[in-house]
């Protein structure tokens, strides 16, 4: 059998295992039938364990034909010859894309390993596992996109897992309202990915990455793009980057988020969604090279997070938030790094942060027992190091900067007043119009819904 | 809205000299509150305990307003008891018996005596729901068309046919028939529609289906109208605090503004050091951090907050106390003086967890890091009210557009509050219908039925509301037990000492053994029993009397080892023996730098470069990952393997004795007097019964667990050393009870410990079952022989020990081998991905206090206490006895009913879900990002436990308990209000007397049958429930022995 053979074998077999785990998982919860605890956690690991061999094989190929790119398509869905225009799923295996899979492999083995005892018993045992196995593919199919569509739909899929798994306990309102604060950031990234997706269309008459970053393998090429054009697009998946790895100002949601079980929140807000963004513009990043103002957003934006990320979490109390925003820190540091063309490095950096987060936040549980062995090691209480700010920053200002970490830099009370505000504000007043409208045209109250009765009825009786 | 806060702040507001008064409700208020410390230190109480002085019953009627928490279990999971046969038709009988005496004979209209009522409405679930979903349940489902399933076949036909018989007799042809005209005319209308709906042309062609669904909703009819006679419309009292009112008016909730902030500022003035930065002016206390922080200028405020920071400013200028500030709140949030004392309380109770932990800071952590100063709750409250008032404002102006005083607004707002007051009419229409199937009334019945039958209907369903079956079936439920436990330990007893008088005078036995009074030692005493004959042991409360701070040679601090109750006085220390004292002084240097390292890159790795760097080498960290999750136990070996480099060296000693005349913590005074030490063994000798018959070896074992990943790690420990690790207690108790000079003072008390008898130190984890023992190295060589046999017993009880607890966990095969079952739970203690290291004391429901001899080899399934006690020893008032129950009844009362609690409402009560849960301040629990801190046990915690109340046996005469109760009102409190059962038992005839009404009522014993079994694993192998009470042979022991290895051999 010849290498190219092989390749399609387990190419497919990567992206295959993991959506044949949903599908198994999905239709028997579908059915109302769902697997017994064991049968889920063996079906999640064999998927797992075959991808990752898969992924594995795959790059072991790649380096015995010193290939540097390979490519798999599963064929055009929607061609407009007419139009230029074709929609195509394509996976691609380069550099990028084979290290970030098996981390996902890896890591989505080990956490679900911890989940299937973790979660032991607990009733929606089925239902996380079924959300696990969306993410896994959400991730795999991102991590190994070939066309911008193609991502899309992986990132649509982490998004759809990940404010379901925020909002897993459903019965309390915190968790749920949470979830959809997390969905609703995810939108206004979705938004900006979406228009950058038609507009590369546009330009290129197509979504292959392949077009959009030239020719040579990932990280080198040539985005065939003028300059103005890669920073409009640049800048719309920007804005999809910083929603989805919660860079400023959309910081709020991730301390949000820790609702889940703490395996999803580790795999989740402290190891690889939070990457997206920053992997998106790993993927794109020939484009920031075509406009130096791109570049100087992108590093900015980085920075900008990362300061934020340090100083916020200096002052919180609780070990799942200073986790969030010490991962939120590196995020924006790797960003920065892309932004510096400092690609491998970005990489190296990612792959490194994400096992670390991971550990520290399945065992943050832990924390109690770590302090108290630290204290014993030491002798004594734990030194609290007077930091540089401490010697530097005059008081005054260490309050209000204090205030600014622990308010989590109002970034929520900034969006919630000026942007959400008045977004409804708007379509209040519609609304309103529109009621006055149809009053008009009927000639009497038009709204059967406004005299119905729905606040505060629910448990009259049960008192 | 900010401003019209403002000019009415500037109101002069009168300062009353009422501050003290306020000061008096907000303390009463908060002992209302949780009063669970630190999570590092965590202590069982009884979550209820505010309304201890309450009988159970009416306390638990009365917190389901204050707490808004379940009392009991939902009536349903009653239900399945009942069809599973755990609670048993006569149990329901007889407690309705007992509840109605004379009154359960008195009949119903023709419906029955009020007993038959009553038990029907218990067997039978009675479905109740908002208006609207009944009216739909009636429409739409087959509520109206088929018999519930739970009406017997026979009752259904039989009403169907008498149905029919009727109605073609009657009503068929429609024409005024003679008898037609008795009818009342509603009927004939009801009727007559009924039938033209169903098709009267074809009625005698009706399928018996059709018939029934006629018959259903002719019932349903007839109940409706029933209904309608007997109204009695409930009107609810409005709520107190502006938030519930406009949540009820607008359903905006105010709390969700204020606890978020309120939290995040809870939680860092709290905080023990986990967060790198410290509140600013955290030393002013909570109300003037508040101010500072929130008077700062430069800040963007959230829209509801805007004016906040003039607001703060005024305070600050004015220089506002918190009290007058909460005088000012209250009267401008129109709070009269006659509303204060609850408003108050429920203000409070809305975060109940922080201001339950702000009050346990401010009155009883003095030995934390940072304990709160006096008066934190209140500042707590001030600052609470202030955003309280925002709150409602912004609200109120949002989602009403109201702009008036904030005086008026729950006037207001309940103006607009729904006003469709429900009569409950269909409600208890529905009750009546459900009611009718199960007792078989048809349609003819209930139409004869006058309207005073139906309005003393409707009285007595009112008056057997949902609380008081739960109550009922709860009772029932706790009947069960009681008698079952009563039966087996009195017919054991009676059984156990007949044999011993016919065998004689006693050999002296191998060894002895002490254990703590735990319940999780029950089984590892049972098979110890079963292991080895020829030996004895005892319960005593693990920390042996040795009340102390302790400083092992690794620890950074002394700790308390003794009950919470107890303020110990002395000190004792660990230290390396001068062998080692070089080695000891290498590894503590390199323990301090392994230690300084984590802790830089602990919190490095949340800083900016720091991060960055931990994280680009982060990738080594995927090696503790996959091992420690993969290959828990293979990574705990490895760790420890690498631990004994850095570990105090193997041989230490004990500091234990003092030179100078005082004990306290500084050099010369750690340490006890040998007097003192003497008083401590001569104490525990006695209280246990152990003056006599002592062996060669006496082993004294505290207990501890330990388990990842779980912040409530210290509930795991022993209870008698508040949370800590009994194990030093032991070690020091034998070292005491060794000493030539202690012995000397006891044998002048009269009490005489052999020569040859030698007291060693053991500790018992109860997590992964390992047993250790302390300064082997002085065991004397005439023992090494006898130690040689009591440990091969202990391996093979750990074996055992294992084993049965297996059973309890799903994740363990129930054909697992005691081999792997230890495997097994050490591998528990050891994963990170383990939410339930142990059951802790899960399924407790029984304390026993006598001679072992009582319950030596009854299977007890360990849910039992046991503490030794010889009421022969004793006096006739009881002295020892009053010592041991003063920490036993308390204790176990409060174990038990903080089990009770967290299961019967795991979310209100317990502390939800373990698996979102967050630790913040290193204080506590959040389910979350961010909550109210959890207080209570987890569900994982007690999913397998049965709420039930303690049952207390105590081996002594009744007029001896009645004594001890006299003596301590605590003691009094829980019996007397039934907050435990208690019973005795007879030292010498072995008859049982249970406590009730303030007496010993004689118990008249179900049942006096025991099955016996031939070895504990015989009795619950292969089960996974709560099991019985059976009895375990007492073969020979050679028989036993042998019987024993087959059986291992069976398993290999």
């Keep these: 059998m010849t290498s190219g053979h092989l390749f399609n074998v387990f190419g497919p077999l990567v992206v295959a295992a993991p959506a044949l785990l949903l599908v198994l998982l999905g239709t028997a919860a579908l059915l109302g039938r769902p697997f017994p605890e064991k049968t889920i956690s063996r079906l999640t690991q064999a998927a797992v364990i075959l991808g990752l061999l898969g992924a594995v094989a795959v790059l072991a190929l790649m380096l015995a034909a010193d290939r540097r790119l390979v490519t798999l398509t599963m064929g055009d869905w929607i061609v407009l010859p007419g139009q230029h225009f074709h929609f195509t799923f394509k996976f691609m295996f380069d550099r990028l894309s084979v290290p970030f899979v098996i981390l996902s492999f890896a890591l989505c083995g080990v956490t679900s390993a911890f989940a299937s005892k973790y979660l032991h018993r607990e009733p929606g045992f089925g239902r996380f596992f079924v959300l696990f196995a969306v993410f896994l593919l959400g991730m795999v199919v991102t991590s190994l996109a070939g066309t911008i569509e193609t991502l899309f739909a992986g990132w649509e899929l982490v998004g759809l897992s990940s404010a379901l798994l925020v909002g897993f306990f459903h019965e309390r309102s915190g968790p749920v309202r949470n979830g959809l604060r997390v969905w609703t950031v995810y939108r206004v990234a979705d938004a900006a990915f979406l228009i950058a997706t038609v507009a590369l269309h546009h330009l290129t008459s197509g979504g292959d990455f392949v077009r959009l970053t030239g020719s040579g393998p990932w990280p080198e090429g040539q985005a065939l793009l003028t300059s103005n054009q890669a920073l409009f697009i640049g800048l719309l998946l920007l804005v999809a980057a910083a929603g989805k790895s919660a860079l400023v100002p959309f910081s709020g949601w991730l301390p949000r988020a820790m609702e889940g079980p703490t395996p999803s929140s580790a795999i989740f807000y402290g190891a690889l969604s939070v990457h997206l963004g920053a992997f998106l513009l790993l993927r794109v990043s020939p484009l920031l090279e075509q406009s130096l103002l791109l570049c100087i957003a992108v590093v900015a934006l980085g920075l900008v997070s990362a300061w934020f990320g340090a100083v916020t979490a200096r002052v919180q109390s609780d070990v799942k938030s200073a986790i969030a925003f010490a991962s939120l820190t590196q995020v924006g540091i790797i960003v920065a790094e892309i932004g510096c063309g400092l690609r491998y490095i970005a990489l190296v950096h990612m792959i490194g942060h994400a096992c670390l987060r991971t550990l520290q936040l399945l065992r943050a549980p832990t924390l109690l027992l770590d302090y108290h062995t630290l204290e014993n090691a030491i002798g004594g209480r734990l030194p609290r190091q007077p930091t540089m700010w401490e010697q530097v920053v005059p008081e005054s200002m260490r309050r209000r900067l204090y205030r600014f970490a622990l308010e989590r830099g109002f970034f929520d009370a900034m969006l919630t007043d000026y942007f959400v505000r008045p977004f409804t504000r708007v379509f209040e007043w519609c609304d309103a119009m529109e009621r006055r409208w149809t009053d008009f045209l009927a000639g009497e109250q038009s709204r059967e819904s406004d005299s119905l009765d729905l606040a505060g009825r629910v448990a009259e009786e049960l008192r | ?1052």
């Excluded at chain 2, 009155?363 to 008032?389: K, S």
């Excluded at chain 2, 102006?397 to 005086?407: K, P, S, T, V």
Aim: charged share 25%.
């Design chain 2, 1 to 1052: 809205m900010a401003t019209t806060v403002l000019e009415r702040s500037n109101l002069a507001v009168a300062r009353s000299p009422s501050t003290a008064s306020l000061e008096r409700l907000i303390e009463q208020a908060a002992h209302l509150l949780p009063s669970q410390g630190p999570i590092s230190v965590f202590v069982h109480h009884n979550t209820l305990h505010a309304l201890e002085e309450m009988k159970f019953a009416d306390a638990l009627v009365h917190s389901v307003e204050t707490y808004q928490c379940q009392p009991y279990l939902p009536e349903e999971r009653y239900r399945q008891e009942l069809a599973r046969g755990r609670i048993r038709r006569e149990d329901l009988a007889a407690v309705l018996q007992d509840d109605l005496s004379d009154n359960g004979d008195e009949l119903i209209g023709l419906l029955g005596t009020r007993f038959y009522l009553r038990l029907a409405m218990l067997e039978h679930s009675l479905y109740t729901g908002p208006s609207e979903e009944l009216r739909w349940i009636i429409a739409e489902t087959d509520a109206a068309r088929a018999f519930r399933p739970d009406v017997p076949a026979e009752v259904r036909k039989r009403i169907i046919e008498h149905t029919r018989r009727w109605i073609m007799r009657e009503f068929r042809n429609g024409h005024s028939h003679a008898t037609v005209a008795s009818y009342s005319p509603k009927l004939v209308a009801v009727v007559g529609e009924l039938l033209d709906s169903f098709g009267k042309a074809c009625i005698e062609e009706w399928s018996e289906a059709t018939w029934e669904a006629f018959t259903l909703q002719l019932m349903w009819r007839l109940c409706v109208d029933g209904a309608s006679v007997s109204a009695s419309p409930r009107v609810g009292r409005p709520p107190l605090r502006h938030r519930d009112v406009l949540l009820e008016a607008v359903d905006e909730d105010c709390d969700d503004l204020v606890h978020e902030m309120l939290i995040r500022f809870c939680a860092v003035f709290l905080d023990q050091g986990f967060a790198h930065w410290p509140l600013p002016e955290r030393d002013k206390g909570f109300y003037l951090s508040f101010i500072e922080l929130y008077g700062a200028p430069g800040c963007l405020a959230p829209r509801w907050l805007r004016g906040l920071r003039a607001e703060v400013a005024r305070l600050k200028e004015d220089a506002v106390g918190p009290l007058e500030s909460i005088e000012e709140s209250l009267e401008l949030l129109g709070v009269g003086a006659d509303e204060r004392e609850e408003f108050i309380a429920t203000t409070l109770m809305a975060l109940r967890g922080w201001a339950g932990m702000i009050w346990q800071m401010e009155t009883n952590a003095e030995w934390a890091v940072r304990p709160a100063p006096q008066g934190t709750l209140a500042e707590f409250l001030a600052v609470r009210l202030i955003l309280d008032r925002f709150a409602a404002v912004y609200v109120a102006q949002e989602q009403m557009g109201y702009r008036g005083d904030l005086r008026d607004l729950r006037t207001t707002a309940l103006r607009r509050r729904s006003l469709s007051v429900n009569s409950g009419e269909v409600q208890r229409a529905f009750l009546f219908f459900q009611l009718a199937q199960t007792l078989g009334l048809s349609p003819e019945d209930l139409q004869r039925l006058p309207s005073k039958t139906w309005s003393k209907l409707s009285a007595e369903v009112e008056a057997f509301s949902e609380l008081e079956r739960r109550r009922t079936l709860h009772y029932a439920y706790e009947r069960r037990y009681l008698n079952q436990t009563l039966d087996a330990v009195a017919a054991h007893a009676k059984r156990a000492y007949r044999r011993l008088a016919a065998a004689g005078p006693q050999p002296t036995p191998d060894f002895q053994m002490f254990f703590c009074i735990d319940d999780r030692e029950e089984s590892f005493r049972r098979h110890l029993e079963e292991v080895h004959p020829a030996c004895e042991t005892f319960g005593y409360a693990a920390f042996f009397n040795v009340a102390m701070y302790y400083r092992g040679a690794s620890d950074a601090h002394a700790r308390p080892l003794c009950p919470v109750v107890i303020k110990p006085k002395h000190y004792v220390e660990e230290l390396p023996v001068f062998t080692f004292e070089e080695a000891h002084r290498r590894r503590a240097l390199a323990r301090r730098w392994l230690g300084s390292a984590s802790h830089y890159i602990h919190r490095g790795s949340r800083s900016l470069v720091g991060g960055a760097f931990t994280a680009i080498v982060g990738s080594l960290a995927s090696a503790p990952l996959v091992g420690r999750i993969l290959f828990p136990r293979t990574a705990a070996q490895l760790r420890r393997m690498f631990g004994t480099l850095v570990r105090p060296p193997e041989v230490t000693q004990l500091l234990l004795e003092r030179s100078e005349p005082t004990p306290g913590p500084e050099e010369g005074h750690i340490g006890y007097s040998v007097g003192e030490m003497a008083d401590i063994v001569e104490r525990s000798l006695r209280d246990t019964g152990l003056t006599s018959r002592f062996a060669p070896l006496v082993i004294m074992t505290g207990h501890g667990s330990s388990s990842l990943n779980n912040p409530h790690e210290s509930a795991y420990n022993c209870g008698a050393c508040s949370g800590g690790r009994g194990g030093p207690n032991a070690r020091a108790f034998s070292q005491m009870a060794n000493d030539p000079r202690v012995r000397a003072i006891l044998a002048e008390r009269g009490l005489r410990i052999p020569h040859a008898t030698y007291f060693l130190g053991a500790y018992h984890n109860t997590c992964n079952d390992q047993v250790a023992f302390f300064e082997l190295e002085r065991l004397p060589l005439t023992h090494k022989e006898v130690f040689a046999r009591a440990r091969r017993a202990i391996d093979e009880t750990r074996r055992r020990n294992a084993h049965e607890r297996c059973r309890r966990f799903e994740s363990a095969s129930l054909a697992i081998s005691p081999e792997a079952a230890l495997a097994h739970v050490e591998e528990r203690a050891e994963d990170l991905s383990q939410a339930r290291p142990e059951y802790n004391h899960a399924t407790n429901a029984i304390t026993f206090v006598g001679r072992r001899d009582n319950v030596r080899g009854l299977f007890m399934d360990r849910r039992t206490f046991l503490a030794s006690y010889d009421p022969t020893l004793d006096d006739q008032q009881g002295t020892i006895l009053a010592r041991i129950l003063a920490a036993v009844i308390p204790v176990c009362a409060g174990i038990s009913l903080e089990y009770y609690f967290s299961c019967v409402d795991p979310q209100g009560y317990g502390c939800g879900s373990k698996l979102p849960h967050n630790i913040v301040s290193l204080l506590g629990v959040m389910e979350g990002a961010l909550t109210d801190l959890r207080t209570g046990l987890s569900v994982q915690m007690i999913e397998i436990h049965e709420p039930v109340r303690q049952l207390f046996i105590i081996e002594t005469k009744p007029e001896t308990m009645e004594q001890v109760i006299k003596g301590s009102p605590t003691i009094a409190r829980l019996c007397n209000n039934e907050w435990v059962f208690l019973a005795t038992l007879d030292p010498q005839d072995k008859t049982t007397r249970l406590y009730r009404n303030g007496k010993f009522e004689p118990y008249q014993p179900e049942s006096h049958e025991l099955p016996q079994v031939y070895s504990s694993v015989d009795w619950y192998r292969g089960w996974r429930d709560n099991l019985g009470y059976a009895e375990v042979a007492d073969l020979p022991s050679a028989a036993r022995g042998s019987a024993a290895e087959a059986e291992i051999g069976a398993w290999a």
